[in-house]
T-cell receptor, first 115, second 114 residues
Framework: DSGVTQTPKHLITATGQRVTLRCSPR?????VYWYQQSLDQGLQFLIQ???????AKGNILERFSAQQFPDLHSELNLSSLELGDSALYFC??????????????FGPGTRLTVL | AQSVTQLDSQVPVFEEAPVELRCNYS??????LFWYVQYPNQGLQLLLK??????LVKGINGFEAEFNKSQTSFHLRKPSVHISDTAEYFC????????????FGTGTRLQVFP
């Protein structure tokens, strides 16, 4: 158990809908990361937040958005869903901070199925 | 920009045999290198990392990897595998500026047979 929790575990929805994935980081971690793992794209970095502020952005679609709240939990919002958005979405957390290496600890993931 | 290539999508091996999972990277700057393992229906777990110093890195569960700068490789090895090592293995890289942004390879499925 990494200490990172993600809800829900599974999510099934229809095209065109909007969903919210939730992540709670390890106690004391200030950084949260979101990754998407799909069969065709592999494991891709989406976005990082540090202490409530966006720090780094990857291959995140405009239909997707994220935020980190004052209690440090994070939400990933996916809208206008398409079949291709079906994937496993991971959240990771780290201590964060400027410079240097911070080990990322991964949650168990949320499996999104778009029908 | 960095990229990671894992040439083998699947590696079948018998229990107690040695195994090597290959990883090559491309980068114009110095990098950190990582191997993660993903067991079925679980998140990723860090096996080992290379940040600096000795090019031979030892990780958990008896795995080790060697950083070879001239060949831009970071191959993962284990001298004797167990059934429980059956999992997906991902090589990843980050550069020393955007240290938190991990770029992953496509993964190698290690299947250990009895």
């Amino acid at each position: 158990d990494s200490g990172v929790t993600q809800t829900p575990k599974h999510l099934i929805t229809a095209t065109g809908q909007r969903v919210t994935l939730r992540c709670s980081p390890r106690s004391g971690d200030l950084s949260v990361y979101w990754y998407q793992q799909s069969l065709d794209q592999g494991l891709q970095f989406l976005i990082q937040y540090y202490n409530g502020e966006e720090r780094a952005k990857g291959n995140i679609l405009e239909r997707f958005s994220a935020q980190q709240f004052p209690d440090l939990h994070s939400e990933l919002n996916l809208s206008s869903l398409e079949l291709g958005d079906s994937a496993l979405y991971f959240c990771a957390s780290s201590v964060g901070g400027a410079g240097g290496y911070n080990e990322q600890f991964f949650g168990p993931g949320t499996r999104l199925t778009v029908l | 920009a960095q990229s990671v290539t894992q040439l083998d999508s699947q590696v079948p091996v018998f229990e107690e045999a040695p195994v090597e999972l290959r990883c090559n990277y491309s980068s114009s700057v110095s990098v950190y290198l990582f191997w993660y393992v993903q067991y079925p229906n679980q998140g990723l777990q860090l096996l080992l990392k290379y940040l600096s110093g000795s090019t031979l890195v030892k990780g958990i569960n008896g795995f080790e990897a060697e950083f070879n700068k001239s060949q831009t490789s970071f191959h993962l090895r284990k001298p004797s595998v167990h059934i429980s090592d059956t999992a997906e293995y991902f090589c990843a890289v980050s550069d020393l500026i955007n240290t938190d942004k991990l770029i992953f390879g496509t993964g190698t499925r290690l299947q250990v047979f009895p």
